[in-house]
């Protein structure tokens, strides 16, 4: 038995524990949806479905050997660890708050690089907010954010404290995705809430760009990208996808992104395409350089 097989039984209680969570959201997205329904706030279904066929599909890949692309590729990484952290009570509490921070950053990029936002636009994209949203996850995510989770290896958390401490990132936002628990005062300032979450969520100007920590909400009032949710929240992005395709909703903003990409007059203006924020133009294009999304 190796090292990362060993890890993989002594964190065997924390996944399962997280798959008790997930059969948990689950029911509570069930029950949500049919409260909805009843109650008559949610008339239309065309998003919830859409967020449903997306969320299946996403199943299906992460179960295949396209899923294990995170995992194969932050294993591929381990070797060049420069530390190792050694194992204790302590690890995954530490590999959590790691996780955190790095989930901030990865998030902030994946907002102010538009070739990151490609992806992660998919999750912004729907004009509702409830606990399906949650479920909408672009299909392109194992292939792009390992690369976010590479400096974890390199310190020496190893491969399963990295994984187990992005997932319990990941499932903490689940309940997060809602506007039935309203404002929580004091804990709005310290952690990622309903309230804070559909700040981020928001496509009202004052909202763009704030709230991306995942547990703590720290990260956002160290590094100035905190906002308070003030005025009522318009949902979706700045230019609505307009569908409830799945394959549209996860693929529009790439088809987008490769049409300006070619027409670029220059390969400077191709990469400003790529990596500078949503909106951004070249000088001499007469447009506006930059045109923020959420």
């Not at 924390?14 to 009843?38: G, K, N, P, T, Y």
Request: glycine share 6%.
């Amino acid at each position: 038995m190796d090292s990362t097989e060993a890890q993989f039984l002594e964190y065997a209680v924390v996944f399962e524990a997280l798959d008790v969570l997930a059969l948990a959201f689950l029911f509570a997205v069930v029950s949500e949806s049919v409260w909805d329904v009843v109650t008559g706030q949610r008339k239309k279904l065309g998003e919830t479905f859409a967020n449903g066929a997306i969320a299946i599909i996403l199943a299906l890949l992460e179960r295949t050997a396209y899923g294990l692309i995170f995992i194969v590729a932050l294993l591929l990484v381990t070797p060049f660890a420069v530390f190792e952290i050694p194992q204790g009570w302590w690890t995954l509490p530490l590999a959590v708050l790691a996780a955190d921070f790095t989930y901030y950053w990865m998030h902030r990029c994946e907002h102010e690089v538009r070739l990151f936002w490609a992806n992660h636009s998919v999750h912004h994209s729907s004009p509702e907010f409830n606990f399906t949203t949650a479920l909408r996850i672009s299909w392109m995510d194992a292939i792009i954010e390992w690369v976010f989770f590479v400096p974890m290896i390199l310190l020496g958390f190893g491969l399963v404290p990295t994984v187990a401490g992005l997932v319990v990132v990941v499932a903490y936002q689940s309940w997060v995705h809602t506007e039935k628990v309203g404002r929580l005062g004091w804990l709005d300032q310290l952690m990622n809430t309903p309230s804070i979450h559909r700040v981020h969520h928001g496509s009202n100007a004052q909202y763009i760009d704030k709230n991306y920590g995942g547990i703590l909400i720290i990260w956002d009032r160290i590094f100035g990208t905190y906002a308070p949710e003030n005025e009522t929240v318009k949902y979706g992005i700045t230019t609505p996808i307009g569908s409830q395709n799945p394959f549209t909703i996860n693929f529009r903003e790439y088809t987008t992104l490769l049409h300006d990409v070619r027409r670029a007059e220059s390969w400077k203006s191709a990469l400003g395409y790529m990596f500078r924020p949503p909106g951004w133009q070249p000088e001499n294009s007469g447009k506006s350089k930059e045109n923020p999304q959420p």
